[in-house]
């Protein structure tokens, strides 16, 4: 049973979190076990903004001993660890921050993890590496690809960052987007609401009741004036919806003087004519997962999100007549109480019947697969229904596509190449050191007296991928002097903004909340700008 409190406690240490993902999307984070390759700073920043937020448990794999130059940059080594094991060094005082998560650490290299116990990592929801060589990375991504475990890949050079998520399939139900429209139906009203809207009779309505009808029915009977006076269409151009203002306007009552009344109601009406008056049809996006195959084609190993959205397909070609599920909420409004939870009441019932109707479709589909019924709870039924407007499915390459010959993204590269400044020239310059790394066994300019050395043997290594890749594109040799400069450092700064930026990421991933990037993101501290590239 849990403790008297408790609960409060946690919502207070929580708030903000909350009311971002909600207590599920916190759920999912609390049973969420993380691991991070390698303690570096940028290891440790991303840990921090994963275990304030309370994820459930982390586990640090690294072999290093802690150096000089780790606690240099990292806050979460000090000079007493200098000697001791980098991983239980972090682990340590990465728990301070938050009680209730667990710490782990694993005082082995990645390296020897995979020649010895490969299976080790399909424990995790999700893997972080962080500073690793290539030889290792790509091996790495391979058993994670096949074990369908995502992976997000970490780096800070110097003053560049990059982010590279590897994941074969991503939905999400909560994409939380920007500047929604309201689910209003005005143009194609239900029956429910065509009968609440004909209630109303403005013509003969004493003043209070007037100046307290919801905007939303005086749009919906305005509407039906301008439908059976001006057009069959609803007013789409400026000139059109201007001239339903005033078709609104003219509703507005007159005193005994002939001035227009004070009427807030009208005046929202006539504010909201540009958001009331969209058209209800299905996004581009959730046609594309109607017909997407694995959609059309559902088997008994079909995740609960494809069931969902055939149940939803479904619904939409018979109950919903070719619309999706009504959303059931209203904006908040000038009305009276009385008049405002009736409306509200309609379009919740409406949703609830939706719901219903939908949740029918998935019981159908669920015996047909041979699936127990309780394997899709309620919970998850409403929430997609709900947001079946907002859906999202996030598809990234695997990492071997990206480094093949035959398979890396070439066209992307070179349309990018138009800027000789865009970021994707850092990404260039990444994938050249690592050639350095691969040819000479360490990163160009690690010491002051190896930078002029170094420059040409970089530029070489650049030309080397450019040829083998078939890039006819000019890298400024500047890129190539400031690679050479930063040294394969890791500066806090930097680590710090990757490590935000990665925890975002990670949360969203593990919530099935907002929309990861597809699939590499850069960025650039010396013109403080970034860019995602799909590669």
């Known amino acids: 049973m849990a403790q008297p409190g408790r609960a409060s406690l946690k919502e207070q ?64 080594l000090q000079k007493s660890h200098i000697g001791q094991n980098r991983a239980q060094s972090a682990t340590e005082l990465l728990q301070e921050l938050n009680n209730d998560v667990s710490g782990n650490f694993v005082e082995e290299s990645p390296e020897k993890l995979l020649d010895s116990d490969p299976a080790f990592f399909n424990r995790f929801n999700l893997v972080v590496t962080t500073q690793l060589p290539e030889s290792t990375l790509l091996r790495l991504a391979e058993l994670l690809w096949n074990s369908n475990i995502p992976l997000l890949v970490c780096r800070t050079y110097g003053l560049v960052g990059y982010m590279r998520v590897i994941i074969k399939e991503h939905p ?81 009552l007159k005193n005994e003087n002939g001035t227009l009344e004070d009427e807030e109601n009208f005046e929202e009406a006539i504010k909201n004519v540009n958001t009331a008056l969209n058209t209800t049809e299905i996004p581009r996006c959730i046609e594309e997962i109607f017909n997407d195959d694995c959609c059309i084609n559902l088997t008994e190993q079909s995740p609960s999100f494809w069931i969902l959205a055939r149940a ?55 015996q047909s697969l041979g699936k127990a019924p309780e394997s899709i709870s309620e919970r998850e039924l409403k929430l997609l229904c709900n947001n079946s407007a907002f859906l999202r499915v996030v598809r990234c390459r695997s990492l071997s596509e990206e480094y093949g010959l035959n398979t890396f993204n070439k066209d992307e590269i070179i349309s990018h190449m138009d800027n000789p400044d865009s970021e994707i020239v850092l990404y260039l310059m990444l994938r050249a050191v690592d050639r350095f790394y691969k040819q000479h066994g360490r990163y160009p300019g690690v010491y002051n007296y190896q930078v002029e050395d170094d420059i040409a043997k970089l530029k070489s290594c650049l030309t080397g991928f450019l040829q083998e890749h078939g890039l006819s594109v000019v890298v400024k040799d500047d890129y190539v002097h400031e690679f050479c400069r930063y040294g394969a450092a890791e500066p806090h700064a930097i680590a710090a903004f990757v490590g935000g930026a990665a925890a975002q990421e990670v949360i969203k991933v593990i919530t099935g909340q907002f929309v990861i990037f597809n699939n590499t993101y850069i960025y650039s501290g010396m013109s403080q700008t970034s860019a995602t590239f799909q590669l």
Not at 13 to 28: C, P, S, V
Not at 348 to 365: M, T
Request: include cysteine; hydrophobic fraction near 35%.
């Open 172 to 252: 999400v139900v909560e994409s939380h987007p920007d500047n929604t429209l309201e689910d209003l139906r005005l143009d194609k009203p239900f029956p429910e609401l065509r009968e609440h809207i004909q209630s109303y009779d403005l013509d003969h309505m004493d003043k209070k009741d007037h100046s307290h009808t919801p905007w939303i029915v005086i749009v919906a009977k305005y509407l039906t004036k301008w439908f059976n006076e001006k057009s069959d269409k609803l007013p789409k151009s400026y000139k059109e919806k201007e001239a339903f203002r005033q078709l609104i306007r003219q509703g507005i």
């Open 312 to 366: 939803v397909k479904e619904f939409v070609a018979n109950e919903g007549q070719g619309s999706l599920p009504v959303r059931g909420t209203i904006p908040d409004m000038i009305a009276d109480s009385n008049k405002f939870i009736k409306l509200q009441n309609v379009y919740r019932e409406k949703a609830k019947k939706d719901i219903a109707a939908v949740g029918n479709h998935v019981a159908k589909l669920l």
């Open 13 to 76: 240490r929580y708030d903000r979190q909350l009311r971002l993902w909600g207590d599920h999307g916190q759920e999912a984070l609390e049973a969420a076990h993380v691991c991070v390759i390698n303690a570096t700073a940028t290891g440790t920043e991303i840990l921090k903004n994963l275990v304030l937020p309370g994820i459930g448990s982390f586990t640090i794999v690294d072999g290093n001993r802690v150096s000089e130059e780790d606690v240099g940059n990292n806050f979460f």
